[in-house]
């Protein structure tokens, strides 16, 4: 028998089903500038297929690998406990994993060998819209400047990688999730230790909107 072709309205419906989001993280180091905080960023560039073209922090999607590998120092209770609101442990730690390995791959900046992770604090989360080729589960950790080591020397995946006044880089063009983590890291570096880690509320980003969980 021939093939027959599928109804239009069938086609139409699979073109329309949504990727499903990969897990992924970011990394925002932070140190003070003379104008302000400063945090590392690059552009990723033309031929990428994910936000080409736009200023971004070093990460990338969760690996299998990143689950089992070890840390020198896990996940502080506070950054673990926001996490697995929306995580697993197993994925919790894999998260953590990932911004470190991510890290030295795109800048070559260390978090330890293996990595330490219990200066990471949490940020946010966010999905990529639905209508997005490309989706991601992506969440944000931060971590202070003083806890890298390693010299600053790119892979070439970010161009024009290096510190940015948090002032300079919301005048540049940038991605609404990318200006919104920008926005809540200045708050958070307003919050005092003690209330850093007592946060029960961050932002979550999806639908291209953004609400406190």
């Known amino acids: 028998m021939p093939d ?8 139409d419906a699979t073109k329309r089903r949504p990727v499903r989001p990969r897990h992924a993280a970011s990394l925002v180091i932070v140190r003070p500038g003379a104008s302000g905080p400063e945090v590392l960023m690059g552009m990723r560039g033309a031929k990428h297929r994910f936000m080409p073209n736009r200023l971004v922090f070093p990460g990338g999607r969760v690996d299998p690998a990143d689950h089992a590998a070890q840390a020198a120092a896990p996940l502080a209770p ?5 996490l697995e609101r929306s995580a697993t442990p197993r994925l919790a730690h894999a998260i953590g994993i990932a911004v470190a390995r991510e890290l030295n791959e795109e800048t070559g900046l260390s978090l330890g060998d293996p990595p330490t992770l219990d200066g990471l604090h949490y940020l946010m989360r966010a999905i990529t819209p639905t209508t997005m080729p490309m989706r991601f589960h992506a969440r944000f950790l ?11 020397a790119g892979s070439g995946e970010l161009e024009n990688l290096r510190y940015y006044a948090i002032a300079e880089a919301l005048a540049l063009d940038l ?6 983590v920008l926005r809540y890291v200045l708050e958070v570096l307003a919050m005092s230790p003690q209330e850093r880690i007592g946060r029960q509320q961050t932002p979550f980003y999806s639908s291209r909107r953004w609400r406190m969980e």
């Open 4 to 11: 027959t072709p599928a109804p239009a309205s069938i086609a």
């Open 175 to 180: 991605a609404d999730i990318t200006e919104l």
């Open 142 to 152: 931060m971590v202070e400047a003083e806890r890298v080591s390693g010299t600053l």
């Open 78 to 82: 506070h950054t673990r406990a926001l």
